[in-house]
């Protein structure tokens, strides 16, 4: 049966639950939201073959498209609730829709994050998605708070989703464990919302690992007025990524590799101690991999000596 | 000269002014907004050769995104304060770029509303515009509180839009003061933000005409519980479309035709005099065009007698 818009809104994307404080929902001109301090907005778009592959599962394009944007709350400290999307589709294919929807919602659920409206409509395949967070006025996380001296950290592990999406881009889906755990990294990132939350009182930047570690680093080293100096050997790789690949190419991902939605964050080493105990029971790995230094940009060293990174990241035009 | 998404951003979109409240603007994970209150929240998503013809000048797209999403916060009764734009393009031309943001913020600066944020990806021609207003948590204007008995209103003028677009795509470009005001009504539609918020507490329910005035008023009937029923020789029409037009064709263009932007809203008889003191006060002409009916759906009615309307208004899908 041919769905136009308002059938397809109700019948995949008006969902009850989650919605606090929401005064007014899916199915009129405007949402509104009872609000009493500040807001952290951000918004994400994901254009198909451009930010994802042609064919990728619709559960995931719906997953991802929420992920990129808890990821940018995470880096400012912000608490996600409520969002709204607009969804451009070719057609509207019920099967897709589904997968879509129960993707997004899956990751909404967990978070406790409600859809609060939207816009479908038709054209080629693109998901923006914009998040609406509370912010504690006093503890906003931002990118330029970093000073030199400032230790350096990343939290999980870098490059695997990188390595991922290039093994899924191969066609090797489904060839081994470790590949699939690679391939998982790139389909289901899970934002570090939590220990943003922790941090950001105790960091003194962050930004998410969405272009890749040295791009972002280096945004946060613009902001801060600054730059960067960091180890590879410190840079932490998963085993599955060290299994596959070389370490020259592990290496390379973990640099140049985007979507890995880590957390990138700065902070004074008298803070050393309590970062390691906040993250820890917040169940959040994170590793110094480095310092703020004077001057501008990132600098990679490699045994106490400079090296040249391969690549330094997604560049969106 | 090449430019990345930083470097466009800083040239065409970080514009200093209109920072009301604003903590943390454009450049960082997400915007900070200092908000006291409740919020409302729309998004609209413009796609070349599905909303706008391909061709369309860069300043009225750009102006076009942020109408629309002014016109869902004026059919909220909410006043619109900041914005969020997810802008998807084939390449950065920067012909482009420059018309459109001086399209959008012409209109941005007179409405005192600010962007804080957005997201700028390479793909087919889409822009999606989020917009933010603050709104009276007892004076919310909803699609669904209208009452059997109660008169339904539009502002304006309906059917211009269209019959402009119409014009347009036919390649009428300059032939005359009155296809030149006809082509202007769709190119520059002017969202009744002030109207809106003037109704706030005075309307029963509200809606804005952008899918067509019986697709329109449909909804809110729809969300009201009832049914309405209008006459035609009642319709607001322009001296220019009934110049251009035989009477039935610019009657066709005001009840299904789309683009128009006014408001559809409904108000107690009781009110009838303070309807048209209070939007004589902001200068914003209305025309009482029917009544909410018990039943479902819209009964167009001329000379008293029901007529099928030809069209029935723009379907998403």
Chains 1, 2 share one sequence.
């Not at 994307?13 to 301090?37: E, H, N, W």
């Not at 390595?163 to 081994?176: N, T």
């Not at 101690?273 to 110094?288: I, N």
Request: aromatic share 6%.
């Amino acid at each position: 049966v041919a769905q136009d818009e308002f059938g397809i809104i109700e019948r995949y994307f008006a969902r009850p639950g989650a919605s606090r404080d929401v005064l007014v929902g899916i199915g009129d001109d405007a949402a509104v939201l009872d609000v009493a301090g500040p807001i952290a907005v951000a918004v994400d778009t994901l254009v198909e073959n451009v930010h994802f592959p042609s064919g990728l599962p619709a559960e995931a394009v719906g997953y991802r498209v929420l992920a990129v944007n808890l990821s940018d709350m995470a880096a400012m400290g912000a608490e996600p609730r409520w969002c709204t999307l607009a969804l451009t589709l070719p057609q509207p294919d019920e099967t897709w829709l589904e997968g879509f929807a129960a993707g997004l919602f899956s990751l909404a659920e967990r978070h406790n994050v409600a859809l609060v409206g939207g816009d479908l409509t038709r054209g080629p395949l693109t998901a923006s998605l914009q998040i609406i967070g509370t912010i504690d006025r006093e503890a906003i996380l931002r990118r330029g708070g970093g000073h030199v001296g400032d230790d350096v950290y990343v939290t999980g592990t870098l490059g695997d989703s990188a390595a991922g999406l290039a093994l899924l881009e191969e066609g090797m889906v489904g060839e081994g464990s470790t590949h699939v755990a690679l391939q998982e990294r790139f389909l289901w990132p899970e934002p570090r919302v939590t220990a943003g939350r922790a941090l950001a009182r105790l960091a003194s930047a962050a930004i998410d690992v969405s272009d890749g570690l040295i791009a972002d680093l280096g945004h946060l080293c613009a902001a801060s007025g600054c730059g960067a100096a960091i180890d590879t050997e410190r840079l932490p790789l998963s085993a599955e990524l060290l299994s596959l690949f070389p370490p020259n190419v592990a290496e390379a991902y973990a640099l140049g590799g985007g979507d890995d939605y880590e957390l990138c964050f700065t902070a004074a080493p008298a803070q050393a101690q309590t970062v390691e105990a906040v993250l820890a029971g917040v169940g959040c790995p994170a590793r110094k991999i480095g310092r703020l230094v004077a001057g501008t940009g990132v600098q990679v060293r490699r045994d106490g000596e400079p090296v040249v990174p391969v690549s330094t990241g997604y560049r969106h035009f």
